[in-house]
């Protein structure tokens, strides 16, 4: 069984006892800006099979992401906790905040309780609903990584830098 296959298998396998199947992937050329074709190749194919999300890392440098049939793909972020002092790209990482929302677990209820607050009904089920989990957000937080591994939050301006490095502008 080759790789494509044993992917498409997994995720497969996994959609049923999964609300949101997030794949992950070590793959690319270093020090490059653009995924390479095996890279695509695998992650447009995690997408056909099912995958919410493809997040992928080995380049040490962030690279572009691209929305795929309106799934997300990461090809890289970059490092985070890495010791590549060396030059800016490498010192450079990129953290994603995902959010997700799924129907059935909770309802605000539109009424005010006597306090003035929304009442929030929440399922007695664990596992809520049988409908899968949907992305609601994600956020790119951009790192610099200093002192040989630590990562910190950019500044305003690094991050500019550093999204405009893979065509994200925030404005």
């Known amino acids: 069984i080759n790789q494509l296959e044993y992917l498409k298998k997994s995720i497969e396998e996994l959609r049923t006892k999964s609300d949101f199947i997030v794949v992950t992937m070590h793959a690319g050329e270093e020090y490059t800006r653009e995924p390479n074709i095996s890279q695509i190749n695998f992650a447009r194919a995690a997408v056909d099979a099912g995958a919410d999300l493809v997040i992928g890392a080995h380049p040490h ?3 572009i992401t691209e929305k795929y049939k309106g799934k997300y793909i990461f090809y890289s972020l970059g490092n985070f906790v890495f010791d590549q002092m060396w030059s800016q790209d490498t010192k450079e990482g990129m953290m994603l905040k995902i959010s997700l929302t799924k129907n059935g677990l909770c309802s605000t209820d539109p009424r005010l309780s006597p306090s003035g607050q929304q009442q929030v ?19 790119l937080i951009p790192v610099i990584i200093e002192k040989y ?4 939050l950019a500044t305003e301006t690094e991050k500019q830098n550093i999204l405009k490095k893979i065509g994200v502008t925030t404005e």
């Not at 009904?121 to 956020?139: F, H, M, N, R």
Request: contains cysteine.
């Open 61 to 63: 440098w962030i690279q």
């Open 121 to 139: 009904t929440c399922s007695d089920s664990l596992q809520g609903s049988s409908l899968p989990a949907v992305l609601k957000q994600i956020e």
């Open 149 to 152: 591994g630590q990562p910190r």
